[in-house]
């Protein structure tokens, strides 16, 4: 099976500040990749997918890169609003493993 | 414009079973990849089973399977999880989604005597 893990489980950062949250895959995943956000009490929403491409509606102030096995999910300017925990999953083959999260608040 | 409902949750004892259902609308399922995730409280989001856009593949987390039965009925446009020999570890919010984008708004399951 295909581990995940994330990095930071969390970070604290100023309104403006460019965020960078790491995905790992324990083996290669393509670019079958997928970043969520979730805010408290709510339902998951998709932003990225195949790794770097933005969903439909989601600002451009995010972003996403990367391949095999090293994914990042990048914010360039961090607004309140943003304030969530981040998810990755791979969806290369079963089982489709979601990382542990990051989350996100404003110092 | 696209939504996926979920319904069924509800409370049930250790060994009960329970169907959810996940109603789909402004896209068709044999158009993508559908799967279950839940989320206990308090903890990160788990993947749980996937559907192929064309029914052919089926997969389950090694915590349900045997248990789980994911399906569903396109003249209804409908996903379904069937969850028998629950357990207290299966307390969670479900949600149904397409892979890498639409969500639903989740349904609650609490198993417990």
């Known amino acids: 099976d295909i581990q995940m893990t994330q990095s930071p489980s969390s970070l604290s950062a100023s309104v403006g500040d460019r965020v960078t949250i790491t995905c790992r895959a324990s083996?290669?995943?393509?670019?079958?990749l997928a970043w969520f956000q979730q805010k408290p009490g709510k339902a998951p929403k998709s932003l990225i997918h195949?790794?770097?491409t933005l969903q439909r509606g989601v600002p451009s102030t995010f972003s996403g890169s990367g391949s095999g096995t090293v994914f990042t999910l990048t914010i360039s300017s961090l607004q309140p609003e943003d304030v969530a925990t981040y998810y990755c999953?791979?969806?290369?083959?079963?089982?489709?493993?979601f990382g542990p999260g990051t989350k996100v608040d404003i110092k | 414009q696209v939504q996926l409902v979920e319904s069924g949750g509800g409370v049930v004892q250790p060994e009960g079973s329970l169907r959810l259902s996940c109603a789909a609308s402004?896209?068709?399922?044999?158009?993508?990849?559908m799967q279950w995730v839940r989320q206990a409280p308090g903890k990160g989001l788990e993947w749980v089973a996937f559907?192929?856009?064309?029914?052919?593949?089926?997969y389950y987390a090694d915590s349900v399977k045997g248990r789980f039965t994911i399906s569903r009925d396109m003249s209804k446009n409908t996903l379904f999880l069937q969850m028998n020999s629950l357990r207290p570890e299966d307390t969670a919010m479900y949600y149904c989604?397409?892979?890498?984008?639409?969500w639903g708004q989740g349904a609650l399951v609490t198993v417990s005597s």
């Open positions: 989604a397409s892979i890498a984008d639409y």
């Open positions: 402004g896209f068709t399922l044999n158009s993508y990849g």
């Open positions: 559907i192929s856009y064309d029914a052919s593949r089926k």
């Open positions: 083996q290669g995943v393509s670019n079958h």
């Open positions: 195949s790794a770097s």
């Open positions: 999953q791979h969806y290369d083959s079963s089982p489709f493993t």
